[in-house]
């Protein structure tokens, strides 16, 4: 037998045993991933990222495979992982690994988790970031990868931040939860830090030392639930009256001795625009000119999109109308914006009746939104339920009066031919 064959066999005979202490199900358990090296330049070369295919086959903590790993081609490469965190998934669908270098934290919160100044010599070791994400339902998680064993190969999670979506929505002025869950073994000292990154601005809005309870940095409307934290892990940030200022990329990162891993998490507030079709009421003589103006105020983001439509007495649907126009948008001081649209009329004995409409559609609000009004011809009498009631009651209400002035013309008159009747006598 060649040593080759050899060895096939005896991972023949090994690996059925492997899979029944780990999986009883068996299933395959690996991940694809890139390594994404950033390579220095050298006189010769110019400085290049550089990507690796890898293949993460999930472990036990002996670092045993629970299935054999999917023979990939030799530039792939092969890295066994160990995940006590529960957090990696092979149904991720995008995942990146990078260096990860263990230091110490020099940010007022991050020190005293590393106060002793003793690292373990493991830290010397090789160590990576994993991010992966899935797009179907948006969890993502960023994992630290430490050493597992004596094995250049076999590593485990030390440190998970993951996160149940990476893209939230949030209305203006209520409050939000954005989500950012952590996981550290038995490691007791932590320190949770949120960052807001907004066009080539970036600014902290919350940090504690999690480990000692203590808030090292806060905003007013930003908080952490410490026993949610303590109990679950759960680092959510927690925002009252949500501004437009919230809006773009939020950072959870969360520190322990020497290591550190970041979420993020994308914000986009929305604010539901105020919509009013102009003139109201709505009159016109035959042949005049209207414009009809429709005021869309206080909406976020500036994305919208706004139509005239018309409903004629006799249609059962409004029809797209063409030709309006728009103003420039105003920039409120909240941050949100405001426009008008408009659009010409011209009013015809035809048009008497006809319903107006201005359709506005928005991320804020996924039914759109509509404001009309009902045009009114001078000259054309057509007349609606509703005038033939007025007619009704006008009529009603005069007879009412007509008979209440009889009635006391009656009585008046009885009374003066009494009172002639007691003179006469
Ligand atoms: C904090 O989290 C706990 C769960 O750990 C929950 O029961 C409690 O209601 C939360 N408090 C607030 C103010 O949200």
Redesign the pocket.
Known sequence: MSPTIYRMSLALIILPFGMMSVSPAGDSQSLSCWLVEDIAGTESKPRAILQTPVLIQFTDAAGLTQSSPVTADPDTLLLHVFDPSGKLSPEFTTCEITHHLPQEVSLTWGRSLTEEKISPPALARTWYTLAASNSKDGRAVSLVLGPLGDRKDHFSVSLAVYSSSFVQRARLGKSLTLPCGMWKGHQPRFSVEWRHRALGDGSLRYANEGWKDKVEEQDPQCHL????LH??G?ASL?IENVEIAHQGTLLCNVYVPYLRAQREIHLVVTAKPQVTLQPSPLFARPGEEVTLSCDILRFHPLDISVDFLVQLPEESHPTLLTGKSQSAHIHNQDGTYSISAFQRVIASNDLNGARYFCRVTHVSTPRGLSSSQTLRVAGVSRPSIEDIMYLFLTALILYGTLSFLRQKATSLTAQDLKVQKNKSE
């Open positions: 639930n410490f026993s949610a109990d679950e759960d927690l």
